[in-house]
């Protein structure tokens, strides 16, 4: 038997438990990932529940999240999702829904069109979040720091599993890159989304505006790189050198970083889109080869 009238039943009563009197009629799921199930509830209340089978873990991590996300929007020149209640006992979090649609899934005429205006805004976010004392996440985030030759590995490790699929054009330089050494030198942690693709960016398709970004469940202390390579990854070069106008550190060694990451990124994604059959994310690692790996 099927168990989703069981788990409606549980949103409905989590959401009466906290917020009496919200609508509840409408209940409808919205997506199932790795780490949560998340439905809608009324058309305008998300509410997510975490998978961790450790009740004890769940409840912290959905506890850390909500008070994670109460001190992002207190820094964040962007919407973000701020917690309407929190279950921890149940893994559960709820937020208003953010106006926009994933940036993901507009077209690539649109994001070539809009891309790099939307990406000097996020570089705007990213400069904020970077610039943030680190005391100010203690006991939110953790630190998620790994060494440039460990990326390079697992790059190659996946690109074995995926480079049937990318075009003939792409693949020797893709191979070269991954027979070369990574950049050298140490770099400065900052606190930032740690996951900043297009899927987690919500935009207006009229207006063109950024209107929020979502899921910062992986938020952590890392190199300021990596976001940026994943606005280089998702919207090309031009984009990347938007977002890096907006900062005043040593962005030559910055911008090396970040195309680092974005082309170890690059593969991981096109195996998520391949293994999960999201086109989506498929479709979006093919075109990004045009910029990462030139014929």
């Known amino acids: 038997m099927s168990r989703t009238p069981r788990r409606l039943a549980d949103v409905r009563a989590v959401v009466a438990a906290h917020l009496p009197g919200y609508p509840t009629e409408a209940v409808r799921l919205l997506g199932e990932g790795l780490d949560n199930v998340a439905y809608e509830v009324g058309g305008e209340l998300i509410v997510r529940f975490g998978k961790e089978p450790d009740p004890v873990r769940r409840a912290a991590l959905a506890d850390r999240e909500a008070r994670l996300l109460t001190a992002v929007a207190e820094v964040s020149p962007l919407p973000v999702p701020i917690p309407a209640f929190a279950a921890p006992e149940q893994g559960c979090l709820a937020y208003v829904k953010l106006p926009g649609v994933p940036l993901s899934g507009m077209s690539t005429h649109w994001r070539q069109a809009h891309g790099t205006a939307i990406a000097a805004v996020l570089g705007g976010l990213l400069d904020v979040l970077h610039a943030s004392p680190l005391d100010r996440w203690a006991g939110l985030v953790d630190t998620d720091d790994q060494p440039p030759a460990q990326w390079l590995l697992e790059a190659a490790e996946t690109y074995r599993t995926v480079a049937g699929w990318i075009p003939a054009a792409h693949r020797r330089a893709a191979e070269a890159f991954l027979g070369t050494a990574p950049p050298s030198g140490g770099h400065r942690l900052v606190f930032s989304?740690?996951?900043?693709?297009?899927?987690?960016?919500?935009?207006?398709?009229?207006?063109?505006?950024?209107?929020?970004?979502?899921?910062?469940s992986d938020a952590?202390?890392?190199?300021?790189?990596?976001?940026?390579?994943?606005?280089?990854?998702?919207?090309?070069?031009?984009?990347?050198?938007?977002?890096?106008?907006?900062?005043?550190?040593?962005?030559?060694?910055?911008?090396?970083?970040?195309?680092?990451?974005?082309?170890?990124?690059?593969?991981?994604?096109?195996?998520?889109?391949?293994?999960?059959?999201?086109?989506?994310?498929?479709a979006n690692s093919l075109a990004a080869m045009e910029w990462l790996f030139p014929a």
């Open 193 to 216: 989304h740690n996951d900043l693709g297009i899927e987690h960016v919500l935009v207006d398709p009229v207006g063109c505006a950024v209107t929020g970004v979502i899921d910062w």
């Open 220 to 282: 952590a202390i890392v190199d300021p790189a990596y976001d940026l390579g994943l606005l280089c990854r998702d919207l090309g070069p031009a984009a990347l050198r938007a977002a890096l106008a907006r900062r005043q550190d040593d962005t030559a060694a910055l911008a090396e970083r970040a195309v680092f990451h974005a082309r170890c990124s690059v593969f991981e994604d096109l195996a998520y889109g391949i293994e999960t059959a999201r086109d989506t994310y498929v």
